[in-house]
């Protein structure tokens, strides 16, 4: 497939939500230790080294709803603000280098407090190389001595990147120049995408999704702190509960994944065509079974896409109200993309970057005959294929071309160690479609971005 195509179908297929098979892990029994003198914390505001103003006190109450848990008996967070507010007039971390920790503990009324730095909490938006970032450092003062009781810090960072050499490379300059720094880092999942738009896009809906749910960078944060306090000496208190984290704080590898993914040998060429696409996954390690199906239409350079996830997802609860049914059409003789809501009647709009994306290069791809089958009716030449990508990756797989539809590939098989992937076309007509299928329809309200599509309750 050209790379526009390849583009196009993946701008809309990011927005979708991705299949997980959630691993058990057993965890350790974490006890109490009725020989730490340290019984009442209170955790304080944190300094804000980042652009995010809401970052510091999304964090600080995660930390702080996870210290039972280590057998402290935690100051609520608003009677801790509110005493600082009226009594010294303290209202941001920065301003706690004004007093000391002992003044704190007898203001407080606590054995210790702890201390807080966000150094990063960030979306790194760039479509060549998206990266979520949460980085932090606390530390535990005992109010009595002024003592530092315990201290630690960790960045983590998960990566999306898009197929070609550029992503790659700025994700390798990025992990050099972060290795020098104080706290380090740790990549808990890195993934490709093969379309700049793709990625650029997905990322965009992403972060304005966990604004609404409240929930920032919640999957780096959870495990920014887990490993935090991994090393948090614990409390006195009495008791046994389950640890949030494994002892050796492994890196944690990104579950099996089942994606919409178009393979790069699709050769849609000069054609014009409609058809349906149906892609039909199972997951190995449990046989679970997932299928998509998009309606495509293209007419010269234009592109449309249409697909119904509550087909597929709504079982496992994954499509939110009103995302169900989405409607991509992309259109590079104005320079810009839409993804439609029909149970909305809303748009966004999107401008096309397609200087950066041309610069990307197509795969290297081989294939040989290997026979002849008849697939849904057509007559078709069977072939093995090999494509390797640009960083060195390889996928193998069969595919067949249909020898009275233009060769057009009207079925895949590809494979790799979670899942198999079988993707066939119906359904296929060659020849122009109407131009009415690559405008916006009538009726339609242009959203101002996705956070207003979020936000609307008509569904």
């Known amino acids: 497939m050209k790379?526009?195509?390849?583009?196009?179908?993946?701008?809309?297929?990011?927005?979708?939500?991705?299949?997980?098979?959630?691993?058990?892990v057993p965890m350790p029994v974490r006890q109490g230790n009725p020989n730490n003198p340290i019984r009442t914390v209170a955790v304080l505001p944190m300094v804000n080294q980042t652009?995010?103003?809401?970052?510091?006190q999304y964090v600080r109450t995660e930390l702080d709803k996870r210290l039972p848990g280590y057998f402290y008996a935690n100051k609520p967070l608003k009677d801790t603000d509110q005493l600082l507010r009226d009594q010294m007039g303290v209202t941001l971390g920065a301003q706690l280098d004004m007093t000391t920790p002992q003044k704190l503990g007898e203001l407080l009324g606590v054995d210790a407090v702890i201390y807080g730095t966000l150094m990063n909490f960030d979306t790194q938006i760039s479509g060549l190389l998206n990266v979520k970032r949460a980085r932090a450092k606390f530390k535990m003062v005992n109010t009595k001595t002024g003592e530092t009781i315990w201290q630690n810090g960790i960045?983590?960072?998960?990566?999306?990147?898009?197929?070609?050499?550029?992503?790659?490379?700025?994700?390798?300059?990025?992990?050099?120049?972060?290795?020098?720094?104080?706290?380090?880092?740790?990549?808990i999942e890195s993934k490709s995408e093969d379309s700049i738009g793709g990625a650029l896009f997905g990322a965009i809906a992403e972060k304005a999704v966990s604004k609404?749910?409240?929930?920032p960078l919640k999957v780096e944060t959870d495990e920014m702190i887990n490993r935090i306090?991994?090393?948090?000496?614990?409390?006195?208190?009495?008791?046994?509960?389950?640890?949030s984290v494994p002892p050796k704080l492994p890196v944690t590898p990104p579950a099996p994944q089942v994606e919409f993914h178009i393979p790069a040998f699709f050769e849609f060429g000069k054609r014009d065509f409609t058809a349906i696409m149906i892609m039909t996954s199972v997951i190995k390690s449990n046989n679970e079974k997932t299928v998509f199906d998009a309606k495509l239409a293209k007419l010269g350079e234009k592109f449309r896409n249409e697909i119904d996830m509550t087909k597929?997802?709504?079982?496992?609860?994954?499509?939110?109200?009103?995302?169900?049914?989405?409607?991509?059409?992309?259109r590079p003789d104005k320079k810009l993309s839409y993804i439609l809501y029909p149970d909305k009647n809303k748009y966004i709009e999107q401008a096309e970057t397609k200087g950066i994306e041309e610069k990307e290069e197509m795969p290297k791809i081989e294939k040989n005959k290997i026979g002849?089958?008849?697939?849904?009716?057509?007559?078709?030449?069977?072939?093995?294929v090999k494509i390797t990508y640009k960083e060195g990756k390889s996928e193998s797989?069969?595919?067949?071309?249909?020898?009275?539809?233009?060769?057009?590939?009207?079925?895949?098989?590809?494979?790799?160690?979670?899942?198999?992937?079988?993707?066939?076309?119906?359904n296929v007509k060659l020849g122009s479609p109407s131009i009415t299928l690559f405008e916006v329809p009538q009726g339609y309200t242009k959203a101002s971005g996705m956070m207003e599509i979020m936000m609307d309750e008509k569904h």
């Open 397 to 426: 797989g069969l595919f067949w071309e249909a020898t009275d539809l233009d060769r057009f590939i009207i079925k895949s098989e590809f494979e790799n160690a979670d899942a198999k992937t079988v993707i066939e076309m119906k």
């Open 3 to 24: 790379m526009n195509n390849i583009r196009y179908i993946l701008l809309f297929i990011s927005l979708i939500i991705v299949v997980s098979l959630n691993a058990c």
């Open 312 to 330: 597929a997802l709504s079982a496992k609860g994954n499509v939110p109200p009103g995302f169900g049914r989405n409607i991509f059409i992309g």
């Open 212 to 215: 609404v749910l409240k929930a």
């Open 155 to 187: 960045g983590i960072k998960s990566e999306t990147k898009s197929g070609g050499l550029i992503g790659s490379a700025l994700s390798a300059a990025g992990s050099i120049k972060e290795s020098k720094e104080e706290i380090q880092w740790v990549t």
């Open 229 to 243: 306090l991994a090393t948090l000496p614990v409390g006195p208190g009495t008791g046994q509960v389950v640890a």
């Open 51 to 56: 652009n995010d103003v809401e970052g510091p």
């Open 372 to 384: 002849t089958e008849t697939v849904d009716g057509h007559p078709c030449d069977k072939y093995s």
